[in-house]
C-alpha cells in the first residue's frame, strides 16, 4: 500500500513538474483515473441521450438513411478528429486544452491571437454544449408527461424553469460531491451500457410492429425538409455530429490526471471509438421499431422518443421505464459537461482572457475545484436558456453553435499544426505517423464544411421561430470577444507562456516518458541554465 501510494505521489509530482515547464502552477489535485476520464468524455457525448434528444432533426433530414449512414460517418470524421487532438495532447497535457495547443504550435508572434480566438470559441463551446445538454434534458422531462396525456403542451415558462433545475441539480453534484467525481464518471459508463442493452432487448421483444431491413438500411426520404435530398442528408448529420463533440472537452481536465500526457489522449481515442459502436447498436434497433415517422415529427414538444418507447411497449408505464434509463444518462451528461466547462473557463481565467478574470480563476481551497469558473458557467448557461422565450426552435441553435465552435476549436490547433508541417508532433507518445498529414487534412476540411451545415435551418421555408439561431448566438459572443480584445486583450493579454521561439521539431521529445527537451536555442534565448532533460515550454 505505501509503495502503491508513493508511486502515486511521484507520478503526480512529475506531472507538476512538467506543468510548471509548461508555465503553469498545479492547483487541483491529481484524483482521475484514465477510466475517470473516459467515462466523462462518455457522459459528455451521452450517445443514447444526444441520439434520443436530436433525432427529430434526421428524421426531417432523410430518415433512415440519415439517421444511421450519417452516423458511422460522422463517427469516423470524429474519430480522425479525436486521434488528431490526442497526438497533440501528449504534448502538451494542461487544462488550457485547444487554446493552450494553438498558442504553443503557433510562433510566437501570432501565438496572443491565435490562442485568444481559439480560446473563446472553445470557452462558448463548452458553455453551449452543456446548455444544450440540460436543455434537451429538460425538454426531455416533461415530454414524459405526454406519455399519459397526450395534449399535454409545455408553455415556454415550464420549459426554462425545469431548465433551470436541471442545472441546478449539475451544479450541485459538481459542488457537493466534487470528491466522488471520479466514481461518477466511472458509474456512467456501466449505466449507459446497461441502459442501451435493456432499451434494445425491451423494444425488439415487445414490439408487435417492425419495420422491413430494406427500411431500416435503405430508406431514404427528405420532403419533410424541403431542402434537396443530398443537402438534406449533410444538414442531418447536426444529429450525430452534435452527439460526437465531447471528447475534446476532457483535455480540461489534464490537471487532474496522474499521467494526462499518456491517459488522456488514450481516454479522447478510446470514448469516440465506443460511442460509434454504442451508437450503431442503439440506432438499429430504434430504426427496426420506428412508428410512422409523421407521427413523430407531429410530437410538440420536438422529443419523439418517449413515443416511440410507449408504441414498442404497448403501454405509458414500459416508455417510461425506458425513457427513464435515457433520463439517468441526462444526469451524468450534464454533471460531466458542467465539469468540464468549469475547467475550461477556469484555465482561459488565469491567464486574463475573461472580463473579471482574477475571480473566475480562483480555486476554493476547501471543496478542490475552480468554484467561481462553476459559477460563471451556470449563470451564463441559466441567461441563454431564456432564448426560449423568442424562439422554441432555440434548442436547435444551441446545438449548432457548441458543435460548430467546439468543431472551430479543435480545428485550429490541428491547421496550425499542418501548416507547421506537423513537426511539432514529430515525438508525440500518441503519433499518427506517416498517416496523421492525411488525417489531419479531411479533419479541417470536414470542419470547413461543418461552420456551414449547422447554421443551416432543419427544414425550409423558414419562419422566425423556426429559423436556426446559431449563427446570431455565435456572432453575439463573438462581439463579446472582439470588444473585450480592443479594451483589454491587444494591451494585456499575452496568451498562456510562451519563452520563446524554438525549432518545432523538437517539440514533444520525451525523455523518461515526461517532459520535452529544451535545445540549446532555447537555452540562449531563456537564459536558462536548466539540463537538458527539465521540462520547458516551447514556441
Known sequence: MANELGRHGSRASNADAVLAGMGYKSELPRSLSMMSILGLSFAIMAVPFGLSTTMAISLTDGQAVTVLYGWIFVSLISLSIAASLAEICAVYPTAGGVYYWSAMLSTRKYAPVVSWITGWLTLVGNWTVTLSINFSGAQLILSAITLWNEDFVAKQWQVVLMFWAVMLIAFTVNVSCAKYLDLINKICIYWTAASVIIIVV????????????????????????GWPSGWAWFVGLLQAAYTLTGYGMVAAMCEEVQMPEREVPRAMVLSVAAAGMTGIIYL???????????????????????????????????????????????????????????????????????????????????????????????????????????????????????????????????????IRGRKAVRHSTFSLGRFGFVINAATVAWILLAIVLFCMPTAIPVTPVSMNYASVVFMGFASISVIWYIIRGRKAFTGPPVPADVEPEHDGEVVGGLGRVVTEREKALNGSTSSKNEPAASK
Open 202 to 225: 425491451t423494444v425488439l421483444v415487445k414490439s408487435e410492429n417492425r419495420r422491413s431491413a430494406e427500411f431500416v438500411f435503405t430508406h431514404f426520404d427528405a420532403s419533410a425538409s
Open 284 to 418: 438499429i434497433p430504434i430504426l427496426f421499431v420506428l412508428p410512422d415517422v409523421s407521427l413523430l415529427l407531429s410530437v410538440a414538444n420536438g422529443q419523439p422518443i418517449g413515443l416511440v418507447f410507449k408504441i414498442a411497449t404497448g403501454s405509458a408505464g414500459g416508455g417510461f421505464a425506458l425513457l427513464f434509463l435515457i433520463l439517468g444518462i441526462l444526469f451524468f451528461a450534464g454533471v460531466g459537461a458542467l465539469t468540464a466547462a468549469s475547467r475550461c473557463t477556469y484555465a482561459f481565467a488565469r491567464d486574463g482572457a475573461i472580463p473579471g478574470s482574477r475571480f473566475w480563476a480562483r480555486v476554493d481551497k476547501h471543496l478542490d475545484i475552480p468554484l467561481w469558473g462553476l459559477v460563471l458557467s451556470t449563470v451564463v448557461d441559466c441567461i441563454l436558456g431564456c432564448i426560449y422565450f423568442g424562439s422554441t426552435s432555440a434548442f436547435n441553435a444551441f446545438t449548432g453553435v457548441a458543435t460548430i465552435c467546439l468543431s472551430v476549436s479543435y480545428g485550429i490547433p490541428i491547421l496550425v499544426s499542418l
